[in-house]
């Protein structure tokens, strides 16, 4: 809980403790506040966190694995920036893993748009998992797991340099973004938001 005397944020954590390398932490993470009609955005991505976490609950591993939702997201990434600033800033986070919208697909030709120089399949059917400079080793992982396992369609990109520049913009727009700008290794896995939904 953290307030400022504009907003007060409550974001939710839940860990399981390494239980060889513990300072070393693997966040995942959403936002469970919604602007409206929330269902992709982003009960999709609280959705996923929760499952994963309940599929890893029976299992140990060497690093810390931190569930965190984020509050405030919709008002300008106000908890993911307040946990990266006080919580995250002096941990070792080995990499972020945030969902923000992953629940919307279309199979119809021409239901995905892009930002201006981001090709995109025409097809809304894919997930999009952004990296920076930082995330490159998390994006090469992320590919090659899709690829070893083809559960869903991936689309990677990498942002160019620490994405911390306002040309970045539109890939700035979710909890990873914090972690960018403290030079975190995170990913933002979406379904595009309002590119196709």
């Known amino acids: 809980l953290v307030a400022d005397g504009v907003y007060t944020t409550d974001n939710l954590i839940a860990e399981k403790k390494g239980t060889t390398r513990p300072d070393e932490i693997v966040l995942v993470g959403a936002h469970f506040d919604a602007w409206y009609s929330g269902a992709d955005d982003n009960s999709s991505g609280v959705a996923a966190v929760l499952e994963i976490a309940r599929v890893l609950q029976a299992r140990d591993f060497p690093r810390t694995v931190r569930f965190v939702g984020f509050d405030l997201e919709e008002l300008g990434l106000v908890g993911s920036t307040r946990y990266a600033t006080t919580i995250a800033s ?22 995905q748009t892009s930002l201006p120089g981001f ?13 920076n400079a930082h995330s490159t080793k998390l994006n090469d992982d992320a590919w090659l797991i899709q690829e070893r396992l083809g559960v869903v369609k991936v689309v990677g990109i990498d942002s160019a340099g620490s994405s911390d520049s ?15 700008i ?14 196709r939904n």
């Open 182 to 195: 403290l030079g975190k290794p995170a990913l933002f896995i979406t379904d595009t938001a309002n590119f």
């Open 166 to 180: 306002p040309a970045a913009g539109n890939l700035m727009r979710s909890d990873q973004a914090p972690f960018w």
């Open 90 to 111: 002096s941990e070792n986070i080995v990499g972020a893993i945030i969902f923000d919208c992953i629940g919307y697909r279309s199979f119809e030709p021409n239901s």
């Open 119 to 131: 090709p995109a399949p025409p097809e809304g059917d894919f997930i999009a998992v952004i990296g």
